[in-house]
Structure formats: C-alpha cells, structure tokens
C-alpha cells in the first residue's frame, strides 16, 4: 500500500530534550516536506526537500533540523524542544512541482513540557 | 507573497443540503490551486486541484471547484452533503516555488 508513516504518533517530552520524528514513503517521490498545524493557523512549512541531499527552508525553521540521506527518509529533528514547538506535525511525500499533489502522512502531535 | 483566506471558521449544513466553501488567493501569475480534506485524526487527502485548463474541477467523493481568476477564488462545491463529510477543509496555493501556502482551513459540520 502507497503510504507516508511517520513515528511516533504521539510524543511527550521535556524542554530541551533533543528529539526526532521520523517520516517515510514508499512511493519513490522526489518532494518531501515537513508542516505543523497549529489552531487557526492551518498548515506552516517547516522544511522541504527536493531529492536526496537536497533540503530547505520553509516558512518556519527555526528550532527545527532535517536531513535527506535517502530518498525514502525525512526525519524532522528537534535538537532543543521548547513549549512552542508543542504542535501537530505532518510529514507529505510527492513528485517534483509545484502542481503535484502532496500525499500527507497521519500526523505526530508532540507535546513539550 | 502568495497568500490564502478562508473567510469561514466553521460552516454548519445540514445533511443532504447544498455546500459551498469559500477560497480567496493572492498570487501574481496563474496560481496552483488545491483542496484537501482532513477527516478527525487523520491526515490531508486530496478532493481536487487545478492548474490549467478547464476552470471548474470535478474531485473525490462529489466535489467540485471554480477557479474565477478576476474574483481571485477557488470555492469548493457540492450538492448534497453527507454526515461523512464533515471535516477540516483546507484550501492551498502554490506557485513558482515548492512553499505551498494553507489557509486556515474550514471546519463543515454537518446535522442530521
């Protein structure tokens, strides 16, 4: 089954203990992306990537890393979580291009005491 | 910049009547638009999208879209609502670069 896992689903931890989301795809896309959903903001961009290597920053990085070592894997690093970063988080997979469909994985939602 | 307003927080219908949710872009040249669908606990889906051609989009699941370039909108339709409708609704707009722009999203809650 085409799919984007992404692990854990839910996560609680403690302010500045370092972290990492891992997200994968099993569809061979180029794209790869990370967003968090915070209530009546919808979605943010945190980081993208284009191919393996290839990453850069969305709309809000800071506080956040990513690395692309292969073309499956996008994990989101959090290497000193504070309470802002408590959010839901998406991990989306797609072709390259702007018009492709981003296919979504079912969300991480951390909480950072 | 591109931007992306979904004026309404939540849309109350009841079910089998009609839907119409509201997009309203900024973006200087011809826009990508897209709709997703976001059930509880779940993640993004897909309904439609448009990026040329023929401005109404038929999508999943009964849905469809206008793209009006001189009102800037991208409303999502459908003509009767089902209880399994009710959702997140998110409008997108992407253009020359790989930073899509969500709105808000719509909240559709539906009554029996």
């Known amino acids: 089954e085409a799919q984007v896992t992404q692990n854990p689903r839910y996560l609680i931890t403690v302010t500045g203990k370092k972290l990492t989301v891992t997200c994968s795809q099993n569809m061979n896309h180029e794209y790869m992306s990370w967003y968090r959903q915070d209530p009546g903001l919808g979605l943010r961009q945190i980081y993208y990537?284009?191919?393996?290597?290839?990453?850069d920053k969305g709309d809000v990085p800071e506080g956040y890393k990513v690395s692309r070592k292969e073309k499956r894997n996008f994990p989101l690093i959090l290497e000193s979580p504070s309470p802002n970063q408590t959010s839901l988080y998406f991990c989306?997979?797609?072709?390259?291009?702007?018009?492709?469909?981003?296919?979504f994985g079912p969300g991480t939602r951390l909480l950072v005491l | 910049a591109q931007s992306v307003t979904q004026p309404d927080i939540h849309i109350t219908v009841s079910e089998g009547a009609s839907l119409e949710l509201r997009c309203n872009y900024s973006?200087?040249?011809?826009?990508?638009l897209f709709w997703y669908v976001q059930s509880p606990g779940q993640g993004l889906q897909l309904l439609l999208k448009?990026?040329?051609?023929?401005?109404l989009v038929q999508g999943i699941k009964g849905f469809e879209a206008e793209f009006k370039r001189s009102q800037s909108s991208f409303n999502l339709r459908k003509p009767s609502v089902h209880w399994s409708d009710a959702a997140e609704y998110f409008c997108?707009?992407?253009?020359?670069?790989?930073?899509?722009?969500f709105g808000r999203g719509t909240s559709l809650i539906v009554h029996p």
């Open positions: 989306a997979s797609g072709l390259a291009g702007s018009q492709e469909t981003q296919y």
């Open positions: 973006y200087g040249a011809t826009p990508y």
């Open positions: 448009y990026f040329s051609g023929d401005t």
């Open positions: 997108a707009v992407s253009g020359g670069s790989y930073i899509p722009t």
């Open positions: 990537s284009m191919n393996v290597e290839v990453t």
